[in-house]
């Protein structure tokens, strides 16, 4: 069958008071298809998608759904009209079980005289996940008691359940492991096959060109151009995103770490014999001046070790240890605000619940844990904190109305931005990172490690949590795999050191 025009998108703009999200953007979502949407960080990829799916309303512009004028009112209005978005953040609501997630404004379906049949919703929600390759979520359960990548999943669920002849996946596989990433295809293949329409926003090219049939690619909130097929090239795709050429070789540039021997360094975090749910006999140290790479599968325990080492959970046994200069002796780490205090920082995962408030403006998340030195007689100087942020969103080119917006309206490279300005106006030493480039464009992926680089050389030490082999490999100066919660294997930089070969010790 031929596909036909969906989605016909004409000179739609949007602007934020002095920002210009969206610039007379024009574009068509056909039948049958998987569209990729790519941009840098803030080129407006997630506005034109919310206003798709009816969350904002454009300032100007047309939408036509099958012919016929488009113009949703909200997010309900659009699931009505058979389009739902998969949001970037979390979409689901606490406080409620996954079945009253997924069925949220459909539950009349369960209704007789006014009452809800939750037998009967949560019979039809367990059949949903069945469906979908999802056994391991209960129907019953609050999703609050659900991880991050668990709560996607419902998310998606939720959307399916709309029978949607346009799905939006906004940069939703980044969260997800391997296992659930497979999932989520599987959905996409199949709401491909019955004809609807997938708009697919990644920052994973490689992913996009496995799954898409066409790109099509922004910048500055304007319309660059759409690639299909063979035409779907990773380096033409880079540059018509940042309007540059943009190469691989954006990791370290020394192959070999000359010295090599940590004898003559000193130990500035020990990890001593952790053992968790998810973690056995954990041991191992970290020097100043190096990045320590940690990988594994997403279900390793790798994720939980960061935790660990900041304080925010604690082992079932074990220690982990950081030298304090002041004493010049190594001091057991007691809790997260017991790290900041000795110069920790965490950068966690999930950008969005753990290491943010997206409540709170950019200035306020950046001074959180610094308001001590903020302080004179008991009173916080606004002065000191705005002088603070400024300097620090000037050094990190964080894209922003004022120090005074809320977190929740930047994309998500300026978001991580302000997760390291956080800690670094700390002036911490030692920095957990767990998957810091995950979800963000490859213009700021290239100032991150830059930044990491940065941080090396001034005798700043990393330890790099992240399940992107090739980022360990070009970033670090050792690496740790993690297998069923252990160390599998510890290798030094080396010029000749392969995926394929760390593959074999997580595997």
Same mark, same amino acid.
């Given at each position: 069958?031929?596909?036909?025009?969906?989605?016909?998108?004409?000179?739609?703009?949007?602007?934020?008071?002095?920002?210009?999200?969206?610039?007379? +953007?024009?574009?068509?979502?056909?039948?049958?298809?998987?569209?990729?949407?790519?941009?840098?960080?803030?080129?407006?990829?997630?506005?034109?998608?919310?206003?798709?799916?009816?969350?904002?309303?454009?300032?100007?512009?047309?939408? +036509?759904?099958? @012919?016929?004028?488009?113009?949703?009112?909200?997010?309900?209005?659009?699931?009505?009209?058979?389009?739902?978005?998969?949001?970037?953040?979390?979409?689901?609501?606490?406080?409620?079980?996954?079945?009253?997630?997924?069925?949220?404004?459909?539950?009349?379906?369960?209704?007789?005289?006014?009452?809800?049949?939750?037998?009967?919703?949560?019979?039809?929600?367990?059949?949903?996940?069945?469906?979908?390759?999802?056994?391991?979520?209960?129907?019953?359960?609050?999703?609050?008691?659900?991880?991050?990548?668990?709560?996607?999943?419902?998310?998606?669920?939720?959307? /399916?359940?709309?029978?949607?002849?346009? /799905?939006?996946?906004?940069?939703?596989?980044?969260? /997800?492991? %391997?296992?659930?990433?497979?999932?989520?295809?599987?959905?996409?293949?199949?709401?491909?096959?019955?004809?609807?329409?997938?708009?697919?926003?990644?920052?994973?090219?490689?992913?996009?060109?496995?799954?898409?049939?066409?790109?099509?690619?922004?910048?500055?909130?304007?319309?660059?151009?759409?690639?299909?097929?063979?035409?779907?090239?990773?380096?033409?795709?880079?540059?018509?995103?940042?309007?540059?050429?943009?190469?691989?070789?954006?990791?370290?540039?020394?192959?070999?770490?000359?010295?090599?021997?940590?004898?003559?360094?000193?130990?500035?975090?020990?990890?001593?014999?952790?053992?968790?749910?998810?973690?056995?006999?954990?041991?191992?140290?970290?020097?100043?001046?190096?990045?320590?790479?940690?990988?594994?599968?997403?279900?390793?325990?790798?994720?939980?070790?960061?935790?660990?080492?900041?304080?925010?959970?604690?082992?079932?046994?074990?220690?982990?240890?950081?030298?304090?200069?002041?004493?010049?002796?190594?001091?057991?780490?007691?809790?997260?605000?017991?790290?900041?205090?000795?110069?920790?920082?965490?950068?966690?995962?999930?950008?969005?619940?753990?290491?943010?408030?997206?409540?709170?403006?950019?200035?306020?998340?950046?001074?959180?844990?610094?308001?001590?030195?903020?302080?004179?007689?008991?009173?916080?100087?606004?002065?000191?904190?705005?002088?603070?942020?400024?300097?620090?969103?000037?050094?990190?080119?964080?894209?922003?109305?004022?120090?005074?917006?809320?977190? @929740?309206?930047?994309?998500?490279?300026?978001?991580?931005?302000?997760?390291?300005?956080?800690?670094?106006?700390?002036?911490?030493?030692?920095?957990?990172?767990?998957?810091?480039?995950?979800?963000?464009?490859?213009?700021?992926?290239?100032?991150?490690? @830059?930044?990491?680089?940065?941080?090396?050389?001034?005798?700043?030490?990393?330890?790099?949590?992240?399940?992107?082999?090739?980022?360990?490999?070009?970033?670090?100066?050792?690496?740790?795999?993690?297998? @069923?919660?252990?160390?599998?294997?510890?290798?030094?930089?080396? %010029?000749?050191?392969?995926?394929?070969?760390?593959?074999?010790?997580?595997?």
């Amino acid at each position: 069958m031929e596909p036909r025009t969906v989605l016909k998108i004409e000179n739609i703009s949007k602007s934020f008071t002095l920002t210009r999200a969206v610039h007379d +953007f024009s574009f068509e979502l056909c039948s049958g298809t998987i569209h990729g949407l790519i941009g840098e960080n803030g080129s407006g990829k997630s506005t034109l998608a919310s206003i798709i799916a009816g969350i904002l309303e454009p300032d100007s512009g047309k939408m +036509f759904l099958n @012919n016929n004028l488009y113009n949703p009112k909200s997010a309900y209005d659009a699931s009505e009209k058979k389009v739902t978005m998969v949001v970037q953040e979390v979409g689901t609501i606490d406080g409620i079980s996954v079945a009253s997630n997924i069925f949220l404004n459909k539950e009349s379906q369960f209704q007789k005289l006014g009452l809800i049949n939750f037998k009967k919703m949560y019979k039809a929600a367990e059949q949903v996940l069945d469906e979908l390759g999802i056994k391991h979520i209960l129907p019953n359960e609050l999703t609050s008691g659900l991880n991050f990548e668990d709560r996607k999943l419902v998310e998606i669920a939720k959307a /399916l359940v709309s029978k949607p002849e346009i /799905l939006i996946i906004d940069e939703t596989s980044n969260a /997800l492991s %391997s296992k659930a990433r497979k999932i989520l295809y599987e959905i996409i293949e199949t709401v491909k096959t019955s004809g609807g329409s997938v708009l697919f926003i990644t920052h994973d090219l490689n992913e996009l060109v496995d799954i898409c049939d066409l790109v099509t690619i922004m910048r500055d909130g304007e319309y660059v151009e759409t690639l299909e097929g063979s035409e779907m090239d990773i380096s033409v795709m880079k540059k018509l995103m940042v309007g540059r050429e943009i190469y691989d070789e954006y990791y370290r540039k020394d192959a070999i770490l000359n010295n090599a021997n940590q004898k003559n360094k000193r130990p500035i975090l020990r990890a001593s014999k952790l053992f968790s749910p998810e973690l056995r006999d954990i041991s191992f140290e970290l020097y100043q001046g190096e990045i320590l790479g940690i990988g594994g599968l997403s279900e390793s325990g790798m994720h939980e070790l960061g935790q660990l080492l900041f304080g925010l959970e604690k082992p079932d046994s074990g220690s982990v240890e950081v030298y304090v200069p002041e004493k010049q002796e190594m001091s057991l780490i007691k809790n997260s605000a017991d790290a900041v205090n000795k110069g920790m920082g965490y950068m966690s995962k999930n950008r969005d619940r753990e290491s943010l408030i997206l409540e709170l403006s950019i200035k306020e998340n950046i001074c959180l844990p610094y308001l001590r030195h903020f302080e004179r007689l008991g009173l916080v100087s606004k002065k000191r904190e705005e002088d603070h942020s400024i300097n620090l969103c000037e050094q990190f080119s964080i894209k922003m109305e004022s120090i005074d917006q809320y977190c @929740n309206q930047l994309s998500g490279g300026n978001k991580q931005k302000v997760v390291f300005a956080k800690w670094i106006g700390c002036d911490s030493d030692i920095f957990i990172m767990d998957c810091p480039t995950r979800g963000i464009d490859v213009g700021v992926k290239e100032n991150i490690y @830059n930044l990491m680089m940065e941080l090396k050389l001034e005798g700043k030490s990393i330890v790099m949590i992240s399940e992107e082999l090739t980022e360990i490999i070009g970033m670090s100066d050792r690496v740790l795999i993690l297998k @069923n919660g252990g160390i599998s294997v510890e290798v030094k930089r080396e %010029s000749n050191l392969t995926e394929q070969y760390l593959i074999e010790y997580m595997i």
